[in-house]
């Protein structure tokens, strides 16, 4: 797994997806759906602020990848000057959050702005990815996983990386930090804690 050992990374500009681009994406995502509704899984901040309306709610884990502050951030949670980091799925171990069914009414349309939120730069990677859901039915739920052959990917960074991410980056959303506690109070409320996140938050967050 790539570390970065120093603050600020050397990172090139974000370039943007053009809504063509945005459209292409989602389409191609859309043409290997299961029949039937769609679902969503939220692992970060979909939890707390989620997106679409949803009507079905189920908890839910994904077996194959794993929560992680892998992602470096240039707007959202910080700057090119100053990057944050945001949570992505990675290979490996499983992850708890939530499956949202999503409405058949105006799908189309709350997929585009799912799209213009967690694909801005095709960071991540949309994958139907396969979940199990209280009471042990298994659905196929979309998700957005890292691509770690991407400059943006952080991958496992030193305390003293995460300790200034922490103290100092701030982007059009908000800090870093404030996104991790509020991922972490979430997870917490809903009786799923992430120990190594929360566990990275006190270390490095104070």
């Given at each position: 797994m790539t570390t970065h050992a120093a603050y600020p990374p050397e990172l090139s500009p974000p370039v943007k997806l053009t809504p063509g681009q945005l459209q292409a994406s989602?389409?191609?995502t859309m043409a290997t759906r299961d029949a039937g509704p769609v679902w969503l899984f939220a692992y970060g901040s979909l939890i707390w602020r989620p997106e679409c309306p949803a009507v079905e709610v189920q908890r839910a884990r994904v077996h194959g990848y794993h929560r992680g502050l892998y992602l470096w951030s240039q707007l959202h949670r910080g700057t090119p000057e100053c990057p944050g980091l945001v949570l992505g799925l990675d290979r490996g171990g499983s992850c708890a959050g939530f499956a949202y069914r999503l409405p058949d009414e105006g799908l189309d349309e709350h997929l585009e702005a799912l799209w213009q939120r967690e694909m801005p730069d095709a960071a991540y990677r949309p994958t139907w990815l396969h979940c199990r859901v209280d009471g042990g039915q298994r659905i196929r739920?979309?998700?957005?996983?890292?691509?770690?052959?991407?400059?943006?990917?952080?991958?496992?960074?030193?305390?003293?990386?995460?300790?200034?991410?922490?103290?100092?980056?701030?982007?059009?959303?908000g800090s870093t930090?404030?996104?991790?506690?509020?991922?972490?109070?979430?997870?917490?409320?809903?009786?799923?804690p992430d120990r190594k996140l929360e566990s990275a938050l006190a270390r490095c967050g104070c």
């Open positions: 989602l389409a191609a739920a979309l998700g957005f996983v890292l691509q770690r052959e991407l400059p943006c990917y952080a991958g496992t960074l030193p305390d003293s990386v995460l300790s200034q991410v922490f103290a100092d980056a701030h982007g059009q959303f930090r404030d996104y991790v506690q509020q991922t972490v109070n979430a997870l917490r409320a809903h009786a799923m």
